[in-house]
């Protein structure tokens, strides 16, 4: 099972808005709806931000969407603050019963 | 107050075994999904393993054959038994429940294969 492909890294100043993408196959991001997405601050467990593409836990700002076009998901974080400056995953469920996490992305905020 | 907490980590020598036991509390282990998910230092997040809540379980390729994941219903605890380590295979171990995401993790537990 091959990561999932996010860019290593994406920038913005506060107040503004980000997208992080999240490539994988039919046999993972685009064949179910079970994408999900984290947000990891050094030394930190990392902790979930959205579920089922575009679903936020309670207590999650509602500045943070996901959403999925084929096989490629997204993280869109809006009205950027500096505490969200961290390593954001994303992961899928896959057709082998098994998951699988992209590489990550760092979130500079300048 | 839904919690998980790792413990068993530590140094070993290559080719060695240690059991990583993932304790929990607020929910039952036996009636939900549960994984192992590593982080080696300065890397990506990887999954590990799964367990169903029927007992089906699952592994990556890097560790199938060497690592084995379980729970102990009477404990409300689960564990990976991880043999044949290799260097591989240092990194920060978390257990999380899955739910349609993972979610609560453990503070995770260090796992060190050296000579």
């Known amino acids: 099972q091959s990561a999932l492909t996010q860019p290593a890294s994406v920038s913005g100043s506060p107040g503004q808005s980000i997208t992080i993408s999240c490539t994988g196959t039919s046999s993972d991001v685009g064949g179910y709806n079970y994408v999900s997405w984290y947000q990891q601050h050094p030394g930190k467990a990392p902790k979930l931000m959205i579920y089922e593409v575009s679903n936020r836990p309670s207590g999650v700002p509602d500045r943070f969407s996901g959403s999925k076009s084929g096989n490629t998901a997204s993280l869109t974080i809006s009205g950027l603050q500096a505490e969200d400056e961290a390593d954001y995953y994303c992961?899928?469920?896959?057709?082998?019963?098994?998951?699988?996490f992209g590489g990550g992305t760092k979130l500079t905020v300048l | 107050e839904v919690q998980l907490v790792e413990s068993g980590g530590g140094l070993v020598q290559p080719g060695g075994s240690l059991r990583l036991s993932c304790a929990a509390s607020?929910?039952?282990?036996?009636?939900?999904?549960m994984s192992w998910v590593r982080q080696a230092p300065g890397k990506g997040l990887e999954w590990v393993s799964v367990?169903?809540?029927?007992?089906?379980?699952y592994y990556a390729d890097s560790v199938k054959g060497r690592f084995t994941i379980s729970r102990d219903n009477s404990k409300n605890t689960l564990y990976l038994q991880m043999n044949s380590l290799r260097a591989e295979d240092t990194a920060v171990y978390y257990c999380?429940?899955?739910?349609?995401?993972?979610?609560?993790w453990g503070q995770g537990t260090l796992v060190t294969v050296s000579s």
């Open positions: 367990i169903y809540s029927g007992g089906s379980t």
């Open positions: 607020g929910f039952t282990v036996s009636s939900n999904y």
């Open positions: 999380a429940r899955v739910r349609a995401g993972f979610d609560p």
């Open positions: 992961s899928s469920y896959t057709s082998s019963s098994k998951g699988v």
